[in-house]
């Protein structure tokens, strides 16, 4: 599970990244700020994937900082392109399922004795 964790973050990361960079290079549809941050963020993330993978204390905090924060920036994303409530729902659902995979493939909570 810890591998499916990690190989999806890396991806939602990846593929942020990529969105915004597509977004700039064919003309903005949103802020300059927004897809900087969106890039920013996605970079994030798929560093946190590795930080995951390897158990590294703190990684799984920073990896759901990421995912807050491009929550957060899609959500004003959504509001510019008016693409609804929908998308919103399944980046929430993916975040709930690649955090839950992470902690399931750390053996529970992740607390050791």
């Known amino acids: 599970m810890?591998?499916?964790?990690?190989?999806?973050m890396f991806a939602y990361g990846a593929?942020?990244?990529?969105w915004a960079l597509a977004d700039l290079v064919r003309g903005a549809r949103i802020e300059l700020?927004?897809?900087l941050g969106v890039a920013a963020f996605?970079?994030?993330?798929?560093?946190?994937a590795a930080l995951v993978r390897v158990r590294m204390p703190g990684g799984l905090?920073?990896?759901?900082?990421a995912?807050?924060?491009?929550?957060a920036l899609a959500v004003h994303t959504a509001a510019h392109l008016e693409s609804g409530l929908i998308?919103?729902?399944?980046?929430?659902?993916?975040?709930?399922?690649?955090?839950?995979?992470?902690v399931a493939g750390e053996g529970g909570t992740g607390v050791r004795s």
């Open 33 to 35: 700020w927004a897809d």
């Open 61 to 65: 905090a920073v990896a759901i900082g």
């Open 2 to 8: 810890l591998t499916l964790a990690t190989l999806g």
């Open 15 to 18: 593929y942020s990244l990529a």
């Open 42 to 48: 996605g970079l994030l993330l798929a560093f946190a």
């Open 87 to 102: 998308p919103q729902v399944g980046r929430a659902f993916l975040a709930f399922f690649l955090v839950g995979s992470a």
């Open 67 to 71: 995912m807050l924060a491009l929550q």
